[in-house]
């Protein structure tokens, strides 16, 4: 969240803060700031295709996702999933959690069923008036209705491969769940089932069936904290762990659909082949920044998650990457299965102490990669997306460079896909392409630190 703090606050970050979960001093300090940013006025899309046509004076910006790479035809549904075991964390009146998730995977004669829009239409009205890391972009100038992913919602899922192997995804904090969709439609168009979380009261919005949006309560949350270290140490671990807890909540559910069930709590019919179709004895679990945190803890305190991979995410309690207070237990323990570590440009288990822990203690197999040229944002879809809102918006150029660093989008993207599924093929599939073994010239970008 450290991007987010820089856009909302105008306060310069010091060297290499980071993490989704990060929430520095100067946050907590100009609330007020934070204030006005979140009262921009919710602008509703008008939907239809998206379109990277120049934008005029009146013309909302639109932007288009990269189409996956894989052989298969990409389907999705949304879960409404009720854990009634346990109340809100954020909420006291909530007497349960609730979740939604979207479940992507592989799918036949998909062209049938329309395209999934990466925001619903509450949670892109919403968007404007609750995203802090705008990234110097006027959100209201934009259109977030009208952006499709390359699922489609409803289509068949393809089984001829046998059971499928799983893979969960954590997203940034204060990112919502569909802010990835580039790799999730990727992993899927690969022949995996991705299932991507939205943490409720976390995100900027979320939309429930009914047309029901609740939106964030976390910078709420730290307001009140005040400036007590102390106290901000127990937030973060409080946002940890309901992460987590999210998380072993939605693999239990994953175990009921894997046997047949229907986990939806409005029991909404699910694509055909969906139950059933997902081995529960392969899932694997990634996430980008605070997301990566989450994904390592997750599967440390898991052992139903078979591999894991970080995007750049901090694994300690604490403001900067530097700094070595209140490591995870994932980061002192160490974690027994394959791990992949990928940091943006000088993030690295050299410079990032709660990294340099969590290589020293794991016994499973273990890499540290750096993407060269990047930053934290390079792992969500503003990769692609934010070069084109620039353009449209006529932003200063700057403003893609300061956001997502020196490396190409296309490049950027191409390498996170080829990465990562390297990683999930080869511990959930047992297939490998030799790609974690070295330095590729195919992939220039991609630095080996260990």
């Not at 509703?44 to 009146?58: D, K, L, S, Y």
């Not at 990269?66 to 999705?76: D, E, I, L, R, Y």
């Not at 899922?157 to 192997?165: A, E, I, K, M, T």
């Amino acid at each position: 969240m450290s991007a987010m703090i820089e856009a909302v606050t105008g306060t310069p970050r010091r060297r290499r803060p980071r993490s989704g979960l990060v929430l520095a001093a100067a946050l907590l300090t100009t609330m007020g700031v934070v204030g006005t940013a979140g009262a921009a006025s919710a602008q509703p899309g008008t939907g239809g295709p998206a379109t990277v046509a120049a934008a005029g004076p009146t013309q909302q910006a639109r932007v288009a996702l990269p189409a996956p790479s894989g052989p298969h035809q990409v389907g999705t549904v949304s879960l409404h999933l009720t854990d009634t075991s346990r109340p809100d964390p954020w909420v006291a009146t909530q007497p349960y959690r609730e979740l939604m998730v979207s479940i992507r995977y592989p799918a036949r004669d998909a062209d049938r069923y329309p395209l999934a829009p990466q925001l619903t239409a509450g949670e892109a009205a919403a968007f404007p008036g609750q995203y802090l890391n705008a990234n110097g972009v006027p959100l209201d100038q934009v259109d977030w209705s009208a952006t499709l992913t390359h699922a489609h919602q409803g289509a068949p899922v393809d089984r001829r491969g046998g059971p499928l192997p799983v893979v969960l995804y954590s997203p940034g904090a204060g990112d919502p769940r569909s802010l990835n969709s580039t790799l999730a439609d990727d992993l899927a168009s690969r022949g995996y089932v991705v299932v991507t979380i939205d943490h409720t009261y976390e995100a900027p919005a979320v939309e429930f069936p009914g047309h029901r949006v609740v939106t964030s309560v976390l910078l709420d949350q730290f307001g009140q904290v005040g400036n007590d270290p102390a106290k901000i140490t127990a937030l973060l671990k409080k946002v940890v762990g309901v992460r987590v807890a999210d998380t072993r909540f939605v693999l239990d559910q994953l175990d009921a659909l894997a046997a047949g069930q229907n986990p939806d709590a409005d029991h909404q019919q699910l694509p055909k082949g969906l139950a059933g179709a997902l081995d529960p004895n392969r899932i694997g679990m990634f996430g980008q920044s605070g997301g990566g945190f989450t994904a390592t803890q997750a599967m440390h305190d898991d052992p139903r998650i078979k591999a894991a991979a970080d995007l750049d995410g901090l694994l300690g309690y604490v403001g900067d990457n530097n700094d070595p207070a209140n490591p995870s237990t994932a980061a002192t323990d160490g974690v027994d299965r394959p791990m992949l570590l990928m940091g943006s440009q000088g993030d690295d288990i050299h410079t990032n102490p709660s990294w340099d822990a969590l290589w020293n203690h794991s016994t499973g197999w273990h890499r540290d990669l750096t993407l060269c040229g990047s930053t934290e944002t390079t792992y969500t879809d503003k990769e692609s997306m934010l070069p084109q809102i620039v353009r449209q918006l006529n932003l200063p150029p700057v403003t893609v460079t300061k956001a997502l660093g020196t490396i190409a989008p296309t490049r950027a993207v191409a390498e996170q896909r080829a990465y990562l599924a390297s990683f999930f093929d080869r511990w959930l599939r047992g297939t490998d392409d030799h790609l974690l073994d070295g330095p590729s010239a195919a992939h220039p970008d991609v630095e080996f630190v260990q």
